[in-house]
């Protein structure tokens, strides 16, 4: 069943009985890994993700591990569906989730943060720019000694597997490594 064959399932449940199909399956379910795999199914990924989220936040994690495990989160997330993560978290909790994650920011992660946040306003828009000329601007910005971070995160952020594939295989052809390879050196 995909996403929204579940939400039309349980809506169809809910109008035969009046009752939520989700919190149904719980009742009967004593099972506690059981009982969350269920939640995971019935209940739509924005506001699971949400959950995720605010667990994480309120964990004893290091900074560092919670970003990581947010990115993950996030990552699994498809951009329609990241403004409803955001409404989703600000129902459930009463904050804005991006300024919860602007808490977390320290001087060290602040590429990361910034990331994140933009990772959640994104648009389903691919960037359509020409693969090698983004190939020969990614050369330019890693050789500055000020690298523009925001040139990364919109690159990261807009261009799809697809596109990105095709300018790192660009950036291969003309300058011997990939795209990883030289951000690697770049950003340790």
């Known amino acids: 069943l995909n996403q929204q064959q579940i939400i039309d399932l349980n809506r169809n449940y809910y109008i035969q009985t009046k009752q939520s199909l989700l919190n149904q399956i719980l009742q009967e379910c004593r099972d506690k890994s059981l009982n969350n795999l269920f939640k995971q199914i019935l209940q739509p990924k924005y506001d699971y993700i949400s959950q995720q989220i605010n667990s994480v936040l309120v964990g004893q994690q290091q900074v560092d591990q919670k970003i990581l495990q947010i990115a993950l989160l996030l990552f699994c997330v498809e951009p329609e569906l990241c403004n409803l993560v955001l409404v989703a978290y600000q129902l459930r909790y009463g904050n804005n989730l991006e300024n919860e994650l602007s808490k977390l ?3 060290q992660n602040k590429f990361s943060i910034e990331f994140l946040k933009q990772w959640l306003n994104r648009t389903n828009q691919p960037n359509t720019n020409d693969p090698k000329k983004i190939a020969v601007q990614i050369n330019f910005e890693t050789t500055q000694l000020n690298t523009n ?6 690159l990261f952020i807009l261009s799809g597997a697809d596109l990105f594939n095709q300018i790192n295989q660009e950036y291969e052809l003309l300058y011997k490594e990939s795209i990883l390879e030289r951000l690697k050196g770049e950003f340790n």
């Open 105 to 107: 920011q320290i001087a």
């Open 149 to 154: 971070d925001q040139f990364f995160i919109d």
